[in-house]
């Protein structure tokens, strides 16, 4: 045996290494995430957790912001802080430690407190992919809020006490591409198939074909057939109850010519397809509301290439009345040829759409005077690809939320089982600390006057929001106060991964984030999402 | 430790907070003192089974949860592509034991905490050293050895006149993850939902018809799995069965399926998809195990502190859109091959045509069994009797006949106990055989 050429591409100590999140997102979101740059507010074990998911990943750089000193307790719940750290800056001892980490991350720390940084230079927070502050007191969060929210650069804000926790996305807008879908239907479009595609389909005489033929024929093409001979017999419609599509199950259960004859494979998958493969092709609703946005129809020189892709999407639409074809098939019992021929038709029709857009794009961009390199082909193949997936966020400031009365909190305090009242709970806790700069229950002879004290702040807010105040229970707020600003490891952790893989979605663009706030009741081991 | 006390007051701190305070939604049993913590220090000792992904993270969360008392068991060696992830590993460490480098990197790190590792696998140990522990959580990535654990943790329970001795319940927690989803749970043997009663929660692995592989292949991985499956034993390049962690083999394959697709027309093989398929990779991101091996450390703390309530029983875990959790009660299976005490019956339509072989399918394939590897005896006549076992080599060769004789043929009777033992659980599964009445039979 000869032994193998040394042209065969194995990979690099680098793509090995990351090889289990590359599977995942791509050489693609890899690069994006290599070239960014986050920041961290308060190395606390939440905050060193969090960076600890971006590192191994492998990010760019970060920076940590943090005027505090080690502590004996910081000791005992971070692990990126050491006995010897104590007294000495948290920034630098946690930066230094993180780093050992990767070396493929470089990490820096500027040892002071984040509303210094900011009134002595102005927009140094802006110059991050995304910003993410833990245990930052309110007068701090409402002028970082605006001013990120200003500069359109997202920030995560998280709080983890006892057995509680948030995360809070602060973003302006965010797009998405690739969201990876956990179910899709395929796209097969046999509504309306392009001509090269009907006549392929229309070779095949289904019903008359030889018994070693029609075990290797595959579904789709059973389907276009029967599918035919349906809208035939009905007047040119497709089927769409229930009854209809069992109309069609049954014309393909019972073509075969031997009515004891099981039935074969392909015919098997056929019959399943009817439910999601001939419904009418249509744009769906919310990329047709991406399609009809004001950033889509109103593009400016300072577009996104994702607008200016859309703008061209949007004219194919028009013109075609569907999205493009994405191009891959499901896999089908077929022999090679006949299943070969189909995949490579729709992935043809799929890049020639592709390259139409792209061209049109180019286009677009260079009327609006923007540099030609800022639309890539690779770009818009993934654009096209993934069109019935983009997503568009966008969400709202925290200084809003918290300078407004919150109808969207109240509207869930109905609900006695609801983990927003930990929301409302919170808030309080973070007046508690503005007002007393202490935590509730930091001290074993307080926790009872500060019960008291925290009711009587949450009462306040509830009242400036017009709900009922004895909608929150005294359980839960002694609950908080029993923790006493407490920082337990493990709830920081969990906390800490779900924060960085929302960094991470905003940084590749793929996936969704959380839209908007996230809690988590680690007593009860649930969580829930609310808008707010 | 003692160097220690003098920071010990304030260290801890947190941990004081929630323990040596009451709370509304403490477990009703819970009276907080200052021994609980003394408890977790000293006296608990907590197994983790799994030093990878999951593991290394949940050896952090428990030592910064208090335990000290800590013992790591895992087979496994370092390699590159653990490091994205696998964060008590540095690249001087490829090729290091993981139990024995992440347990001497916690030791340095938290003071006073001691992790015994055990590099070796689970089934090395009996259960004179599971008996030891308060709590076993597991970070494992396969459901054998989930199987195994659950099975050995059954067999330490005592039941007196049909009673279980709740002091001899050993919590099993377990966490798993893939991509960005994840499962932890909180299994208390003989009391709730164990492994095997929730079985078919588990997907069967993927496998592509012979016929397609060697016939019509459409997809890169038919090329692949032909190269796997026909080629390699067919020309045995290096005269060893494959090994997915050699680039020389990894690169054969890939050239092979790279011809064969070509030949087909197929695109798509490519060198990571080829060892994907080769390894049977499976996708993992730290910020996922970090997620899970927290909650399932949360879980630990709960149960030996009763802080609260532990989790009742399973939670899942989807950070794909948005972050989502959902908590629910799997049920207990009331006929649970593992955990249930009720003897297992199996009805055989066909004794006269069944073969041994057919048996030996059927515990493999169907969803209630699972098995692996199966080997099989049987008492006939008041003798035991080996019916077929694959493991040891000079038994299969005598055996190996037996696999083509029907059940009647080989002595079997409507009754008959066939004792089960398999890689699933350290357990031997007795089953009963039910035939139909014989003048159907015969």
């Known amino acids: 045996m000869s032994s193998p050429s040394p042209k065969s591409p194995e990979q690099n100590d680098k793509n090995k290494k990351y090889d289990r999140q590359l599977r995942l997102w791509g050489d693609h979101g890899q690069k994006l995430l290599e070239s960014s740059k986050v920041c961290l507010i308060n190395a606390t074990a939440l905050g060193t957790e969090i960076l600890k998911s971006l590192v191994l990943p492998g990010i760019g750089a970060f920076t940590i912001v943090d005027g505090e000193k080690v502590t004996e307790e910081d000791v005992g719940s971070n692990f990126f802080l050491d006995e010897f750290h104590i007294g000495t800056s948290r920034a630098q001892a946690a930066t230094e430690t993180l780093l050992e980490l990767n070396p493929d991350v470089r990490g820096d720390y500027i040892d002071d407190f984040p509303d210094h940084v900011m009134s002595q230079t102005q927009d140094f927070f802006n110059h991050f992919n995304v910003v993410i502050a833990t245990a930052l007191p309110e007068k701090v969060l409402m002028p970082l809020s605006k001013q990120l929210w200003s500069a359109n650069i997202p920030l995560l804000v998280c709080r983890s006490v006892g057995f509680l926790g948030y995360v809070r996305l602060q973003i302006r807008e965010h797009t998405v591409i690739e969201a990876h879908p956990d179910n899709e239907a395929p796209d097969l479009q046999l509504d309306r198939p392009w001509p090269l595609l009907r006549e392929h389909l229309e070779q095949t005489d289904v019903p008359n074909l030889g018994t070693k033929e029609r075990s290797h024929v595959p579904a789709l093409t059973i389907l276009y057939y029967y599918l035919q001979q349906y809208r035939n017999e009905n007047g040119g419609l497709l089927p769409k109850t229930y009854s209809d599509k069992e109309k069609l199950r049954n014309m393909i259960r019972d073509s075969l010519p031997n009515e004891n004859d099981i039935l074969e494979e392909n015919y098997e998958q056929a019959v399943k397809l009817v439910n999601v493969c001939v419904n009418c092709t249509r744009v769906p609703n919310h990329i047709q509301k991406i399609l009809d946005d004001e950033f889509c129809t109103n593009l400016t020189s300072e577009s996104s290439p994702f607008w200016v892709i859309c703008a061209a999407l949007r004219e194919m639409v028009q013109s075609e009345g569907a999205l493009p074809v994405r191009g891959s098939l499901p896999d089908m019992a077929a022999d090679t040829t006949s299943f070969i021929s189909l995949q490579q038709l729709y992935m043809r029709q799929a890049q020639s759409q592709a390259e139409s857009i792209y061209r049109r794009a180019m286009q677009i961009s260079r009327a609006l005077g923007q540099s030609p390199d800022s639309i890539s082909e690779t770009e818009v193949k993934l654009f096209c690809k993934h069109a019935s997936e983009l997503q568009v966020f966008r969400g709202n400031c925290v200084a809003d939320e918290y300078q407004t009365s919150s109808p969207s909190a109240s509207l869930h305090l109905e609900d006695p089982e609801s983990l927003m009242f930990y929301y409302v709970i919170l808030r309080g806790l973070e007046s508690f600390i503005s007002e007393y700069n202490t935590y509730p229950g930091q001290f074993d002879d307080h926790v009872e006057p500060d019960v008291l004290k925290l009711k009587t702040l949450i009462g306040k807010l509830l009242t400036d929001w017009g709900c009922p105040t004895l909608v929150i229970s005294d359980d839960r707020v002694h609950e908080v106060c029993r923790y006493g600003g407490a920082e337990l490891h493990s709830v920081s952790a969990m906390l800490a991964g779900c924060t960085a893989h929302e960094a991470i979605k905003l940084i590749t663009h793929q996936y969704k984030p959380i839209n908007n706030t996230f809690i988590y009741d680690a007593i009860t081991s649930t969580s829930a999402t609310f808008v707010l | 430790m003692s160097d220690h006390q003098g920071v010990l007051q304030n260290r801890w701190g947190h941990l004081r907070k929630v323990l040596e305070r009451p709370g509304p939604f403490s477990h009703p049993e819970f009276e907080p003192s200052s021994e609980i913590l003394d408890f977790i220090m000293t006296t608990c000792k907590v197994l983790v089974i799994g030093a990878g992904g999951l593991g290394c993270e949940l050896l952090k969360d428990l030592s910064l949860m ?257 972050i989502y959790t959902y908590t629910f009660e799997a049920e207990k299976k009331e006929n649970c091959l593992a955990c249930s005490q009720i003897p297992q019956t199996l009805s055989i339509p066909d004794p006269d045509i069944m073969k041994l072989k057919n048996l030996i399918e059927l515990f493999c394939d169907s969803a209630a069994f699972q098995m692996k590897n199966p080997g099989l005896t049987t008492y006939v006549n008041g003798k035991n009797k080996t019916l077929y076992i694959s493991t040891i080599k000079s038994i299969e060769e005598q055996t190996r006949d037996n696999l083509n004789k029907t059940l009647l043929e080989l002595g079997l009777q409507d009754g008959s106990e066939v004792m089960v033992a398999d890689l699933t659980s350290p357990n031997v599964l007795t089953i009963r055989l039910k035939f139909p009445n014989k003048n159907v039979a015969s």
């Open chain 2, 66 to 322: 208090g335990f000290k008392q800590i013992h790591v068991i895992d087979m496994d060696i370092i390699e590159l592509s653990n490091l994205n992830r696998q964060f008590l590993f540095r690249h001087e460490d490829i090729g290091s034991s993981k139990a024995e480098v992440a347990a001497s990197f916690i030791n340095r790190k938290v003071k006073g905490c001691q992790v015994t590792p055990h590099y070796c696998k689970i089934q090395d140990y009996d259960e004179t050293f599971y008996r030891q522990f308060h709590i076993v959580v597991c970070g494992l990535d396969s459901i054998v050895a989930r199987r195994w654990i659950n099975g050995m943790l059954i067999s330490l329970l005592n039941y007196e006149d049909g009673t279980l001795d709740q002091t001899s319940i050993i919590p099993m927690i377990d966490g798993g993850t893939e991509g960005f989803k994840g499962h932890a749970r909180v299994i208390l043997p003989g009391v709730s939902a164990c492994i095997d009663c929730t079985l078919d929660l588990y997907p069967p692995q993927i496998t592509y018809p012979l016929c397609t592989i060697a016939n019509t292949p459409r997809l890169p991985e038919h090329c692949i799995e032909y190269v796997k499956i026909i080629l390699w034993p067919k020309e045995n390049p290096w005269g060893t069965a494959i090994d997915g962690d050699d680039p020389q083999h990894v690169t054969w394959i890939y050239e092979k399926s790279l011809e064969r697709a070509s030949q087909f027309n197929i695109a798509g093989v490519t060198y990571r998809l080829v060892q994907g398929v080769v390894k049977n990779i499976i996708p993992a991101v730290a910020s996922t195990n970090a997620v899970i091996a927290a909650i399932c450390a949360t879980e630990v703390f709960k149960l030996a502190t009763s802080c609260c309530v532990p989790l009742n029983n399973y939670l899942v875990f989807n950070d794909v859109d948005g």
